[in-house]
């Protein structure tokens, strides 16, 4: 069994550029969340998908959105990046009170 | 709101007892939980326990609850070099949502 996947793994971008981020769940996982990890500290929570919805959001702009497709994987888009979105971005899928991680995508804007 | 604390560094000998605190300020929390991250990886689910719990033990790992004091404990028995690693506390926020709000983590350095 598969457990939660994303892609890519390493992305590099720069200043106002746009990005998404890939996320496949853990096989018989609906919800997915996405965090964002910068060095040095914990993740810190955007927001939360279940059946194609975003259903609780952390305190994060708009520039951050986000989609679940039928299959619920998701992706994370990021729009006008700045400097400080250089992070780790983490993906957990969970079906009942578990949130199980990706190994996370590392996105340095330059 | 929640808010978890964390010491930032630990050192323990190879085969010691490990033990990483942590603080929380949610007392509606239902599940409290503890992650491991080694370096450029993810995060590791290694337990957690039920807010109306005092101990959970599983294996090696050791959690303790004191719900008063809203105080949670990791003991790891006969801590291992790869046991080196960031520990995260976590907590869950109450009702449906899947929430969950981490502390800064713990560096734990295992001196061989």
């Known amino acids: 069994d598969a457990g939660v996947t994303q892609s890519p793994t390493h992305l590099i971008k720069t200043r106002g550029q746009q990005v998404t981020l890939r996320c496949s769940p853990k096989s018989g996982h609906d919800t997915v969340s996405w965090y964002q990890q910068a060095l040095g500290q914990g993740p810190q929570f955007i927001f939360q998908?279940?059946?194609?919805?975003?259903?609780q959001r952390g305190n994060f702009p708009d520039r951050f959105s986000g989609h679940q497709f039928p299959n619920y994987s998701s992706e994370l888009n990021v729009n006008a990046l700045l400097l400080g979105d250089s992070a780790l971005y983490l993906c957990a899928s969970s079906l009942a009170k578990l949130q199980f991680f990706g190994p996370g995508t590392r996105l340095t804007v330059l | 709101g929640e808010d978890v604390e964390q010491s930032l560094f630990l050192s323990v000998r190879e085969g010691d007892s490990s033990v990483i605190n942590c603080t929380y300020t949610d007392s509606s929390s239902t599940y409290l939980y503890w992650y491991k991250q080694e370096p450029g990886a993810g995060l590791q689910l290694l337990t957690y326990?039920?807010?109306?719990?005092d101990m959970k033990q599983d294996q090696r790992l050791t959690v303790l609850l004191n719900k008063k004091d809203k105080h949670l404990s990791l003991r790891i028995a006969d801590t291992q070099t790869g046991d080196s690693a960031i520990y995260f506390c976590a907590e869950k926020s109450p009702g449906g949502y899947q929430k969950v709000t981490f502390g800064i983590g713990t560096k734990l350095q295992v001196i061989p």
């Open positions: 326990i039920f807010s109306n719990m």
């Open positions: 998908y279940y059946e194609e919805e975003e259903r």
